[in-house]
């Protein structure tokens, strides 16, 4: 049988398809598409993604040894900066790496362990773990009807 652990890196690492496989087809080009009137650029939301996931990794599941500069949320908005999809790529395979290494780490019990955060208050680490993996689903949402309807 497997560990409530097993389990939740199964859940995130099937639902990050949804981000991942687009990165497949992404050109560099479309880093710089926004869909009008949102300032949010494809580039943004990758950046972003791996931001967030880096943040919790350290801040939620314990990672203290990652020293995380999350640009998109300290500047609250798309600066323009994000143009490099290599460096975008190994910057998010970097963030889930993180982030699996450190919910692998977790046991059983921890799942039901409270952790409190001024962004989303008091929740469970099993429940924030849903907000980590419903957030990167929401944002390759955003980026899919970015690259279908969006511009430059």
Do not use: C
Request: no cysteine; glycine share 6%; net charge positive.
């Amino acid at each position: 049988m497997k560990t409530k652990t097993q389990l939740f890196i199964e859940l995130a690492q099937e639902a990050r398809t949804r981000f991942s496989n687009q990165l497949q087809n992404i050109s560099e080009e479309d880093l710089k598409k926004k869909l009008l009137p949102s300032q949010n650029s494809v580039g943004f939301l990758i950046r972003h993604i791996g931001d967030v996931e880096f943040l919790f990794a350290k801040n939620v599941f314990g990672a203290s040894d990652l020293r995380v500069r999350a640009k998109t949320v300290m500047a609250q908005k798309d600066t323009g900066e994000w143009l490099n999809l290599q460096e975008l790529k190994e910057y998010v395979d970097a963030s889930f790496k993180a982030l699996l290494d450190i919910v692998a780490k977790q046991t059983d019990a921890d799942w039901d362990t409270t952790i409190s955060t001024k962004e989303f208050g008091v929740k469970t680490k099993a429940e924030a773990f849903g907000r980590i993996v419903s957030h990167t689903a929401y944002h390759a949402g955003q980026m899919g009807i970015i690259l279908k309807y969006g511009s430059v």
